[in-house]
C-alpha cells in the first residue's frame, strides 16, 4: 500500500460544507482553515466551487418552481 492510499480519508457532506462554510469567514485565509482541518488547499478549493454549483442549482430550481406556480396562478 503506497503512502498516498494510507493517508487518504474519508469526509462526509456534512463534514465537508461546515469546513466549506468556515472557510468563507472572512477573517480567516482559505490556507489557515485546510491547515487547521487536515485538508490540501487545492481540495478545500474543490469542496467551495462544488458548494457553490450546488446552492446555485438549488436557487435555480427554486425559482423555476416558483415561477411555474406563479404562472400557474395567472392561467
Known amino acids: 500500500m503506497n503512502e498516498a492510499a494510507k493517508r487518504r480519508r ?4 456534512e463534514r465537508k460544507w461546515a469546513i ?3 472557510s468563507f469567514d472572512p477573517v480567516t485565509s ?3 482553515v485546510a491547515e487547521q482541518h487536515g485538508v490540501n488547499p ?3 478549493s474543490r469542496w467551495r466551487r462544488l458548494y457553490r454549483d ?3 442549482a438549488q436557487a435555480r430550481t427554486q425559482a423555476d418552481e ?3 406556480t ?3 396562478r395567472t392561467e
Not at 10 to 13: D, I, L, Q, V
Open 20 to 22: 466549506v462554510r468556515e
Open 42 to 44: 487545492s481540495q478545500l
Open 30 to 32: 482559505l490556507q489557515a
Open 10 to 13: 474519508r469526509w462526509t457532506k
Open 70 to 72: 406563479s404562472d400557474e
Open 54 to 56: 450546488t446552492l446555485l
Open 66 to 68: 416558483e415561477t411555474a
